[in-house]
């Protein structure tokens, strides 16, 4: 990109402090030269985009505040990718996911891989649970394949991301979706039992006519970007009902008199996995983020 092109950009986007040009999915105007190498003149401007935290970045803002790190841009599809074990199965994760894919306004979908290894059937628990909330959850087994077909029924036709810890399988998934793929395969640490890295770059990838994957490199921890702690629960599609029959407006449902959240967790109408993991996000969020 021409270097004024990227002045002209941070001056416009300078409130927003937004770290990504350009990025995976992106439209963009360009010109091609003659050795093949081009020159992007325009960002045609994004239907969504999936974004977290980035790591902070010494000097790229005020006080140390976290960026926004962009992953994907243009995305109808987020499969939220999770394994029974090794790595073990970890709901908080797999919840800030689905937060930072709510508030981009995707289609969540969940995959747990590695189903072979849930040997106490813990994951149909869990199945449950997030089906009762309106995603569509696959069991998968990536060395046999199981599972596969039903998830390259839903990609067909839009363009998907698949995200996930690091470990989790992701790779393996894609391979079977697509054999051509040949993606690198990591193992977990015995010593952690949490992934290795193995994709380090996002890339969109071309499976069929109009149907596109987006890989992405795994994750150790997320937080989603831009959230104010009374707007939390409106990602949370089991405490987002009773929210608006809260006393107050502003409410976190934390702490407050005469929240409907904290009524309905007590009358056991709130999972209680669910609404920990809710607090447990609501503490992350930082009071003086610049808007």
């Given at each position: 990109?021409?270097?004024?092109?990227?002045?002209?950009?941070?001056?416009?986007?300078?409130?927003?402090?937004?770290?990504?040009?350009?990025?995976?999915?992106?439209?963009?105007?360009?010109?091609?030269?003659?050795?093949?190498?081009?020159?992007?003149?325009?960002?045609?401007?994004?239907?969504?985009?999936?974004?977290?935290?980035?790591?902070?970045?010494?000097?790229a803002g005020f006080r140390g505040e976290r960026l926004e790190q962009i992953v994907a841009a243009n995305i109808e599809k987020l499969f939220i990718v999770c394994s029974a074990d090794n790595p073990r199965f970890n709901n908080r994760l797999l919840d800030r996911i689905i937060v930072a894919g709510e508030s981009a306004n995707?289609?969540?979908?969940?995959?747990?891989?590695?189903?072979?290894?849930?040997?106490?059937?813990?994951?149909?628990?869990?199945?449950?649970?997030?089906?009762?909330?309106?995603?569509?959850?696959?069991?998968?087994?990536?060395?046999?394949?199981?599972?596969?077909?039903?998830?390259?029924?839903?990609?067909?036709?839009?363009?998907?991301?698949?995200?996930?810890?690091?470990?989790?399988?992701?790779?393996?998934?894609?391979?079977?979706?697509?054999?051509?793929?040949?993606?690198?395969?990591?193992?977990?640490?015995?010593?952690?039992?949490?992934?290795?890295?193995?994709?380090?770059?996002?890339?969109?990838?071309?499976?069929?006519?109009?149907?596109?994957?987006?890989?992405?490199?795994?994750?150790?921890?997320?937080?989603?970007?831009?959230?104010?702690?009374?707007?939390?629960?409106?990602?949370?599609?089991?405490?987002?009902?009773?929210?608006?029959?809260?006393?107050?407006?502003?409410?976190?449902?934390?702490?407050?008199?005469?929240?409907?959240?904290?009524?309905?967790?007590?009358?056991?109408?709130?999972?209680?996995?669910?609404?920990?993991?809710?607090?447990?996000?609501?503490?992350?969020?930082?009071?003086?983020?610049?808007?």
């Amino acid at each position: 990109m021409p270097g004024k092109f990227k002045k002209e950009f941070h001056l416009k986007k300078n409130k927003q402090y937004n770290l990504d040009i350009v990025t995976v999915g992106d439209y963009v105007e360009f010109t091609l030269n003659q050795d093949k190498s081009g020159v992007i003149l325009e960002v045609i401007n994004r239907k969504n985009y999936l974004s977290r935290k980035a790591p902070s970045i010494k000097g790229a803002g005020f006080r140390g505040e976290r960026l926004e790190q962009i992953v994907a841009a243009n995305i109808e599809k987020l499969f939220i990718v999770c394994s029974a074990d090794n790595p073990r199965f970890n709901n908080r994760l797999l919840d800030r996911i689905i937060v930072a894919g709510e508030s981009a306004n995707l289609q969540l979908h969940i995959i747990v891989n590695k189903i072979d290894l849930d040997f106490t059937d813990e994951m149909s628990y869990w199945k449950v649970v997030y089906e009762n909330l309106g995603y569509r959850v696959y069991f998968t087994d990536a060395r046999t394949g199981k599972g596969i077909e039903a998830i390259k029924e839903d990609m067909q036709g839009v363009t998907s991301v698949f995200w996930g810890a690091s470990g989790v399988g992701k790779s393996s998934i894609l391979n079977c979706i697509d054999s051509r793929l040949n993606l690198k395969i990591g193992d977990t640490s015995a010593k952690t039992n949490k992934g290795t890295h193995t994709t380090v770059t996002t890339l969109l990838i071309p499976v069929s006519e109009n149907t596109f994957l987006i890989d992405t490199p795994g994750i150790r921890e997320i937080e989603p970007y831009g959230l104010k702690k009374e707007d939390l629960h409106h990602y949370f599609r089991d405490l987002s009902p009773y929210a608006f029959e809260c006393r107050f407006n502003t409410c976190t449902h934390h702490h407050e008199p005469g929240c409907a959240v904290i009524e309905a967790f007590e009358n056991e109408k709130v999972n209680p996995f669910r609404y920990e993991s809710y607090l447990n996000m609501l503490e992350t969020i930082e009071d003086d983020m610049l808007f």
